[in-house]
T-cell receptor, first 115, second 111 residues
Framework: NAGVMQNPRHLVRRRGQEARLRCSPM?????VYWYRQLPEEGLKFMVY????????ESGMPKERFSAEFPKEGPSILRIQQVVRGDSAAYFCASSPSGGQGQPQHFGDGTRLSIL | GQQLNQSPQSMFIQEGEDVSMNCTSS?????WLWYKQDPGEGPVLLIA?????ELTSNGRLTAQFGITRKDSFLNISASIPSDVGIYFC???????????FGKGITLSVRP
């Protein structure tokens, strides 16, 4: 069974460019979560999505960040006009459904570096 | 916002020793989870706890969900070199599905 797949593993962008991070959940999982991790910090929740729906975006910055999980294809986290402070590891997790009793399983992340 | 406290930041033990890690919160959580992260990889789920007072084991790992629902501990017995890594606790409240993580404890095991 394939786990949560994230790509690319490493992404380098110049300030002002766009970054697109992709996440394919585990087979049978329809709920996706995005988290951001700064060096020597824990993961911070960004957004929770089901197919074609954003359930909770309380952790998303108000500007430049967006996320989608279309009916077909992977979930995408998009960062427009990137700045140095966006440099971090971005992790995606998935679960079969939401709520209690549904542990989230993580991918290996995308490490975003902004020049 | 909710915060989970893990300390110390680093622990150093001898191979074969047991080690215990604690995680505390100012808020109640309904689910506690423990993850391990190796360099360059994502967190891997070790143990999930769903009921206050629950004690669960996974091989050499044992974790407990505190009675107050504001804390949890993880115990590793007879440590081995591959136990090296960063151990995160995470809490999930009844109100939503997002996880709140501690800052992690870096474990080093001396052979």
């Amino acid at each position: 069974n394939a786990g949560v797949m994230q790509n690319p593993r490493h992404l380098v962008r110049r300030r002002g460019q766009e970054a697109r991070l992709r996440c394919s959940p585990m087979k049978g999982h329809s709920h996706v979560y995005w988290y951001r991790q700064l060096p020597e910090e824990g993961l911070k929740f960004m957004v929770y999505l089901q197919k074609e729906n954003i359930i909770d975006e309380s952790g998303m910055p108000k500007e430049r960040f967006s996320a989608e999980f279309p009916k077909e294809g992977p979930s995408i986290l998009r960062i427009q006009q990137v700045v140095r402070g966006d440099s971090a590891a971005y992790f995606c997790a998935s679960s079969p459904s939401g709520g209690q009793g549904q542990p989230q399983h993580f991918g290996d992340g995308t490490r975003l570096s902004i020049l | 916002g909710q915060q989970l406290n893990q300390s110390p930041q680093s622990m150093f033990i001898q191979e074969g020793e047991d080690v215990s890690m604690n995680c505390t919160s100012s808020s109640i959580f309904n689910t506690w989870l423990w993850y391990k992260q190796d360099p360059g990889e994502g967190p891997v789920l070790l143990i999930a706890l769903y009921k206050a007072g629950e004690l669960t084991s996974n091989g050499r790992l044992t974790a407990q969900f505190g009675i107050t629902r504001k804390d949890s501990f993880l115990n590793i017995s007879a440590s081995i070199p591959s136990d090296v890594g960063i151990y995160f606790c995470a809490g999930q409240s009844k109100a939503n599905s997002k996880l709140t993580f501690g800052k992690g404890i870096t474990l080093s095991v001396r052979p």
